[in-house]
């Protein structure tokens, strides 16, 4: 049998924040009805996204300590245009979220740009550029 991935799950310091950066993206996180350092937001094509406090992931990972430095991981949103792109870059490092690379086109036929959560999560912004 070969394992589904199905869930991601990203530890956050502050949910509130959290939430508030993944509604920018378009992203709606729910509560968990039992405790608010829980949240869980169903994307398409069935990946489920969850947000853990690090307070919650805590005890379940003896030893674990908030990463340093660049990503360790990043997730990648698809836009419709490159201007949706630049567009969706600009509202967020304006929002004061670190961007780590301004918007560019990069050899493989993206416009890419990538922006950081208020944790350091890694965020890739990409769309399909026009065939020339």
């Known amino acids: 049998m ?6 991601i799950d990203i530890v956050v310091s502050d949910m509130q924040a959290a939430i508030a950066f993944y509604a920018r993206l ?5 509560l968990d009805p039992h405790t608010a350092e829980h949240a869980s937001c169903d ?3 069935g990946l489920h996204l969850m947000l853990d406090t690090e307070a919650f992931r805590t005890p379940f990972l003896p030893g674990w300590s908030a990463p340093t430095g660049g990503p360790r991981a990043l997730l990648c949103f698809e836009f419709d245009t490159p ?3 630049d ?4 509202e967020l490092t304006g929002a004061g ?9 990069a050899f493989w036929g993206m416009r890419y740009a990538t922006v950081t959560d208020p944790d350091g999560t890694g965020i890739d912004l990409y769309a399909a550029l026009p065939a020339t």
């Open 97 to 105: 979220h670190r961007g780590i690379a301004e918007p560019f086109d």
């Open 26 to 30: 378009g992203l709606e996180f729910k």
């Open 43 to 45: 994307l398409p094509g």
């Open 2 to 7: 070969n394992p589904t991935m199905n869930t």
């Open 83 to 85: 201007a949706a792109v």
């Open 87 to 90: 567009a969706k870059y600009a």
